[in-house]
């Protein structure tokens, strides 16, 4: 069993940027893939970002070159950098791992998922 907790979210005006944190409770999560999800009100929700066990990342096309995802496994932790928010990216953010190292962009493929975090951008 692995719980997460996100940390990092508030709100920013448009322009401005966050870092997301998710601690894992698990001591070694290198061998889980990892992933940021977002939920906006009335909306379905939406892959952002994923992490492999290494280093190979994808992201959604709506956030390529704004947001980055990175991870540290010494601190069991990952992260998601968004920069040059704009009011779409208001939503609550996920945090997800799965187990197996392939990153993968599909919610169901994840096992476990944080509470998630909101973040609200202003115009």
């Known amino acids: 069993q692995v719980q997460l907790v996100e940390s990092g979210g508030g709100l920013v005006q448009a322009g401005g940027s966050l870092r997301l944190s998710c601690v894992a409770s698990?001591?070694?999560?290198?061998?889980?893939?990892m992933g940021w999800f977002r939920q906006a009100p009335g909306k379905e929700q939406r892959f952002v970002a994923a992490?492999?066990?290494?280093?190979?990342?994808s992201y959604a096309d709506s956030v390529k070159g704004r947001f980055t995802i990175s991870r540290d496994n010494t601190k069991n932790s990952l992260y998601l950098q968004m920069n040059s928010l704009t009011p779409e990216d208001t939503a609550v953010y996920y945090c997800a791992a799965r187990v197996g190292p392939a990153v993968v962009t599909t919610p169901n493929l994840y096992n476990y998922w944080g509470r998630g975090a909101q973040v609200t951008v202003s115009s």
């Open positions: 698990r001591r070694t999560i290198s061998a889980y893939a």
């Open positions: 992490i492999s066990g290494g280093s190979t990342t």
